[in-house]
């Protein structure tokens, strides 16, 4: 039996938590690692033979461009940071 890491369903449950758990915290946080979860899991359906850390580190790098592209694609037209020169309490 192969590893449980290269089967594609374990990398679909993942997806599946991290999209449950983005209800629950606002803001965004873990929809990139739903959707690198997602991918990996496409990928593992490939016939290829990658290794744990193979898989780690496309899951980082798919994780961090998705929420990179959410960020992007998801923020408020204006998105303006509020900046304060003075101290409230003089």
Do not use: H, Y
Not at 8 to 17: E, F, P
Not at 58 to 66: C, K, N, Q
């Amino acid at each position: 039996m192969s590893a449980l890491w290269q089967v594609w369903w374990v990398w679909a449950a993942a997806a599946l938590v991290f999209a449950i758990l983005e209800t629950v915290l606002p803001g965004f946080v873990l929809l990139g690692f739903a959707c690198g979860a997602a991918l990996v899991a496409l990928l593992v359906l490939l016939p290829l033979d990658l290794g744990l850390s193979a898989l780690l580190a496309i899951f980082v790098l798919f994780s961090l461009l998705s929420w990179i592209a959410l960020r992007r694609a998801l923020r408020r037209p204006d998105d303006q940071t509020r900046v304060i020169r003075e101290d409230i309490n003089k």
